[in-house]
């Protein structure tokens, strides 16, 4: 079974700092996908970037960095000198390969709240 | 549209009454997914289309549950004879995701918060 799991669920900082969010997931696939999303207090959830199991290289997107580690199931993200425009509900999650059957469906965790204060 | 849209926005409505939530995807997105958002339970997967067929319906909770989607392109999710546990925020997603290829990103609407009586 796929599970994916985001131990912190709150997290706060002052502005200017750096923020990790851990996610540890679990699947038995050898092809598979990892995700992060952000959902603002608008709701809305937007991607943030997509990873596939074949990729361990780190990405760097702005203030943003993605840390995938296979050895230790992990894909963390870390924002660089936190905002409060970056105060949102962060989820990690996981799917397999779309094939006939399976269409891709999003195995989210339970969400990470972080909170920038100013 | 640009994005992917749904409506209505809200919806109350009392106990037993059927209701039906409608999600219009990004153009040329094959690919549509639910959701479902509620406190207790987090993020959940309810149902898959590709075009207009849904191979995967595992995640419907129960047989007051349906879906449907026409043309390839808008999908209503009904639930018939609501709860009270019916109450959630749900979510679509599109993506051009098709069989054999690599998993794109699902784009996400708005939500729809049902509030049930």
């Known amino acids: 079974a796929q599970k994916v799991t985001q131990a912190q669920t709150e997290i706060s900082v002052v502005e200017k700092e750096d923020v990790t969010l851990d996610c540890v997931y679990e699947?038995?696939?050898?092809?598979?996908?990892l995700f992060w999303y952000k959902q603002p207090p608008s709701g809305e959830l937007v991607f943030l970037i997509r990873?596939?199991?074949?990729?361990?290289q780190n990405e760097i997107s702005g203030r943003y960095s993605w840390n995938f580690q296979k050895s230790t199931s992990s894909f963390n993200f870390t924002i660089t000198a936190s905002q409060v425009v970056d105060s949102a509900v962060y989820f990690c999650?996981?799917?397999?390969?779309?094939?006939?059957?399976?269409?891709?469906?999003?195995?989210f965790g339970q969400g990470t709240e972080l909170s920038v204060k100013p | 549209g640009a994005g992917v849209s749904q409506s209505p926005s809200n919806k109350v409505t009392e106990k037993g009454k059927d209701v039906e939530l409608r999600c219009d995807p990004i153009?040329?997105?094959?690919?549509l997914y639910w959701y479902r958002q509620s406190l207790g339970q987090g993020l959940e997967f309810l149902i898959y289309?590709?075009?207009?067929?849904?191979?995967?319906k595992s995640g419907l909770p129960s047989d007051r549950f349906s879906a449907e989607r026409t043309g390839g392109s808008v999908s209503t999710l009904t639930i018939q004879r609501t709860q009270q546990e019916d109450s959630a925020v749900y979510l679509c997603?599109?993506?051009?995701?098709?069989?054999?290829?690599?998993?794109?990103?699902?784009?996400f609407g708005d939500g729809t918060r049902l509030s049930i009586l």
């Open positions: 153009s040329g997105h094959t690919a």
């Open positions: 289309f590709q075009g207009n067929s849904a191979p995967d």
């Open positions: 997603a599109s993506s051009s995701s098709t069989a054999g290829y690599s998993n794109q990103p699902q784009h």
């Open positions: 990873r596939n199991s074949f990729d361990e």
């Open positions: 999650a996981l799917t397999g390969t779309v094939s006939l059957g399976q269409g891709g469906k999003l195995i």
């Open positions: 699947t038995r696939d050898t092809t598979y996908y």
